[in-house]
Nanobody, 121 residues
Framework: QVQLLESGGGLVQAGGSLRLSCAFS????????LAWYRQAPENSRELVAS???????NLKDSVKGRFTISRDNAKNTVYLQMNSLKPEDTAVYIC???????????????WGQGTQVTVSS
């Protein structure tokens, strides 16, 4: 299993910055990719950014140029640096690990509890 623990959310004014952190533990060697999702009230969960085991990153179009995803293997932590925040970025941000599971197969999603990000206008 993989455990995920997010931190770094909060309230920020439009144009401000936040850095989210997700510490991962457990069967780290089984992780295929790490990602950040977000879910706003009455909206479905959406992928914001991902980073593969090889370090390849992918960003949602609406956050390109503003958000950066990175990974520190020494600290077993994945980060989401968010700059130039907009009110529409307000959501619960949830860390995800896609990993091999003996029980569920090669492509299983683990989820953190989420951290609230609120951007005021």
């Amino acid at each position: 299993q993989v455990q995920l623990l997010e931190s770094g959310g909060g309230l920020v004014q439009a144009g401000g910055s936040l850095r989210l952190s997700c510490a991962f533990s457990g069967m780290i060697s089984s992780i295929n990719a790490l990602a950040w999702y977000r879910q706003a009230p009455e909206n479905s969960r959406e992928l914001v950014a991902s980073i593969t085991h090889a370090g390849t990153t992918n960003l949602k179009d609406s956050v390109k140029g503003r958000f950066t995803i990175s990974r520190d293997n020494a600290k077993n932590t994945v980060y989401l640096q968010m700059n130039s925040l907009k009110p529409e970025d307000t959501a619960v941000y949830i860390c995800n690990a896609n990993a091999y599971s003996d029980l569920f197969g090669p492509d299983y999603d683990y989820w953190g509890q989420g951290t609230q990000v609120t951007v005021s206008s």
